[in-house]
């Protein structure tokens, strides 16, 4: 009773901060956004599923279960499998580093960790043409060996990879900043060794950036075009990824079953929306129980 008392002040003050504006402000702003969001996001999602449905289950379901299409499901998700753990594996690496040290070249980091942002997708695809294709830097040496990146999955990876990059480091540098390094520091004096302090004290304090970086980090590895097409070939069957075989589907006049593909990847992202609200809500739960823990804690002391 005593806490929620204490906590009422701090929701008064909030709504009053709400009622600052003009009540016609304040409706015109929501109707505006409303209206963007219909207009560029629910409508065009809409269209997808209308237009994947409109010549009748059957037409779609005959698209999404061709062959071509199934090998284009199974290798988006199978060069998702491998971009993920990469990028956490270096998000994690990353973002420690910068959060948790000083040193020559920071800044040169987090500006290269930045870099997939700016440079086009196709450019990137280009990139890896120049080094690994059969006229780049690299590829007489691994043709005389018999490797093949380009036009092969780990072209597709690598492009992948370099694209999603910056995902997951950017979810955990400013989550990293915002704890500190007196946990880990504690942990250490405490007789904790390195591996104990990052799994028991560094990890739990930044899992929800984790996620959401791997969320983010997944969702874009499945969407991935440009890159992915300068550096598949098109394959059908063999390198072909599901945004590539809307393309080929479409530029085949079968609308159909480009519009099915298209409905797939669509519900693959409302998927990723739905479990990366999940998560906000439950941080915002965890974060709401801890603070009020706090306000108890300190009446006790009181």
Not at 51 to 75: E, N
Not at 98 to 125: H, M, N, Q, Y
């Amino acid at each position: 009773m005593a806490a929620s008392a204490r906590r009422r002040p701090a929701a008064t003050a909030k709504s009053r901060r709400g009622l600052e504006e003009p009540p016609w402000v304040r409706g015109l702003l929501i109707a505006v956004a409303l209206a963007f969001v219909a207009l560029f996001l629910l409508l065009p999602l809409a269209n997808v599923f209308w237009q994947a449905l409109g010549h009748g289950w059957g037409v779609a379901w005959k698209a999404l279960t061709d062959d071509d299409t199934l090998a284009s499901v199974r290798l988006t998700l199978l060069v998702a499998a491998i971009c993920v753990p990469l990028n956490v594996v270096f998000g994690l690496a990353a973002a420690w580093a910068v959060a948790k040290f000083e040193f020559r070249g920071k800044t040169l980091l987090t500006t290269l960790i930045d870099l997939p942002f700016s440079v086009s997708p196709v450019v990137s695809g280009l990139v890896f043409v120049v080094l690994f294709g059969m006229q780049g830097w690299f590829g007489p040496w691994l043709d005389e060996r018999d490797i093949r990146i380009i036009f092969n999955v780990p072209g597709i990876v690598l492009a992948t990879t370099f694209i999603t990059f910056p995902f997951v480091a950017r979810e955990l540098i400013p989550v990293m900043q915002a704890a500190g390094s007196e946990p880990e520091q504690a942990a250490l004096t405490l007789g904790a060794n390195g591996w104990q302090t990052f799994w028991h004290v560094t990890l739990p304090s930044v899992k929800w950036g984790l996620l959401y970086g791997v969320i983010l980090c997944n969702a874009r590895a499945m969407g991935e075009f440009g890159a992915v097409a300068v550096v598949s070939g098109h394959i059908a069957g063999l390198t072909e990824t599901m945004p590539l075989r809307v393309e080929k589907l479409y530029e085949g006049a079968n609308l159909a079953g480009a519009f099915a593909v298209s409905s797939l990847l669509a519900l693959l992202a409302l998927v990723t929306l739905v479990i990366k609200t999940w998560l906000e809500r439950r941080e915002e739960r965890e974060q709401r129980r801890a603070q009020a823990a706090q306000v108890d804690g300190a009446g006790v002391d009181g």
